[in-house]
């Protein structure tokens, strides 16, 4: 099956591990959901250090305590969470993945109005690529636009107020210099 | 067809929703079977060090994933 976008409520429990790893002290490298086409999910990947230095039994026993301890163990998909040692060749990609940092513009056209409520396409353009077809992110009104843009872009909230009242005006608007790691535009479908 | 994929066949021994229900409840289970589910039939070989005595304790110690199969026979 292919790869589905990672959706806000995973976004946020990435957010709860990495706080409760945080708290903790839990040495980490890198926190990531990674999509498996075998098991057709996504998995939260923590890569340690500690899986080398105390085995992979303890290093789960020591996170799971910690996201017990923050209040959020009932609200992680633990059995989903899979610790990796930073030397295995998986979570050595996974760190790479994540240094690959792309800057560009995002495109937010306004389509049509089906029953009142305005369809939004939103494309991400880096302005250094390789070329290719660029996906496009289609939503639903302006509580959804905001949503995704505030929330799992991380566009500020004052530069999406400015272009939900450009869309107002003009049915389009750009949002220059984004940053993202080409792992979250995949993650979020605007990239292919 | 055969499997040696352990969540593969839980489910189809129809232990899933238990095992959430375990997991949910005991983190130092949730700390055993995560340890366990990546074991392969290729991995077996991987038995010596911090790697092999975690995969045994978590295999067979308080809270292990077989006792708690066991129990389910």
């Not at chain 1, 709860?16 to 839990?26: F, H, I, N, T």
């Not at chain 1, 610790?83 to 060749?89: A, G, I, L, T, Y």
């Not at chain 2, 005991?26 to 092999?52: D, H, I």
Request: aromatic share 8%; charged share 20%; glycine share 6%.
């Amino acid at each position: 099956m292919d790869q589905v976008a990672l959706v806000k409520s995973d976004i946020e429990v990435e957010g709860k591990v990495v706080e409760a790893l945080s708290r903790a002290q839990v040495p980490v490298t890198a926190v990531d959901w990674n999509w498996v086409p075998q098991l057709d999910e996504f998995q939260l990947i923590v890569v340690t250090p500690w899986v080398d230095s105390k085995g992979p039994r303890e290093t789960y026993a020591r996170i799971f305590a910690a996201l017990s301890n923050a209040d959020v163990y009932q609200s992680v998909p633990v059995r989903k969470l899979l610790v990796k040692s930073p030397e295995d060749p998986a979570a050595k990609n996974l760190v790479e993945d994540l240094k690959k940092i792309n800057e560009g513009a995002i495109h937010v056209v306004c389509n049509s109005h089906p029953n009142g409520q305005a369809r939004y396409s939103v494309v991400f353009t880096p302005y250094l690529g390789s070329g290719g077809a660029i996906p496009a992110k289609h939503l639903l009104g302006d509580g959804e636009l905001r949503n995704f843009l505030e929330k799992r872009v991380g566009v500020h909230g004052y530069v999406v107020d400015r272009a939900i009242v450009d869309l107002g005006q003009s049915n389009s608007s750009t949002i220059f210099n984004v940053q993202l790691t080409s792992r979250r535009a995949k993650q979020l479908n605007l990239a292919a | 067809m055969y499997s040696h994929d352990l969540s593969v066949l839980l489910k189809v021994a129809g232990l899933e929703a238990q095992l959430e229900r375990e997991i949910a409840s005991n983190p130092s289970f949730a700390a055993n079977w995560n340890t366990v589910k990546v074991w392969t039939a290729e991995s077996r070989y991987q038995a010596s060090g911090l790697n092999g005595k975690d995969m045994y304790n978590a295999v067979t110690g308080p809270n292990g994933v077989l006792p708690w199969i066991k129990s389910r026979w």
